[in-house]
């Protein structure tokens, strides 16, 4: 398991705020995750971006460094700024979530506009083999 990317005595990033939680593959990080980026972040105001290790795995070509160092770049153009605004956290490949009773969380699926919901991986990877960048 590889740690935690960022270093709690180095970090603007408060553990101890509520934060806004965002499992994914990320593969690849495209503008309907910046989109929700954005909703989550607008919620707390801090974001921990976990991403699942899965590369190999089904239709899922890239390495957990690809997607980081994508992660890293998306939101940087945006003027997020990683150990800030967010943190990365490379966890297994969860496909499930379960919890047994009231836990002091919820889960919440944001309705991000038609356009942002169109918005496929799978597509932009076929999209990349198809121009030969896969």
């Not at 919890?99 to 942002?116: A, P, Q, S, W």
């Amino acid at each position: 398991m590889r740690s935690i990317l960022y270093d709690m005595n180095k970090t603007k990033f408060d553990s101890k705020k509520p934060t806004v939680q965002m499992l994914g593959r990320w593969q690849p990080w495209h503008d309907g995750h910046l989109a929700l980026f954005k909703k989550c972040h607008s919620i707390t105001g801090q974001v921990c971006i976990m991403i699942r290790d899965c590369q190999g795995v089904d239709d899922n070509p890239f390495d957990v460094e690809v997607v980081t160092s994508n992660i890293i770049n998306g939101l940087m153009n945006h003027n997020f700024h990683i150990d800030e605004d967010y943190v990365i956290q490379i966890v297994p490949n969860i496909v499930n979530i379960s919890y047994g009773r009231g836990v002091g969380y919820t889960f919440t699926e944001h309705d991000l506009g038609e356009d942002i919901h169109k918005i496929s991986a799978t597509k932009i990877r076929n999209e990349m083999r198809e121009k030969g960048q896969l």
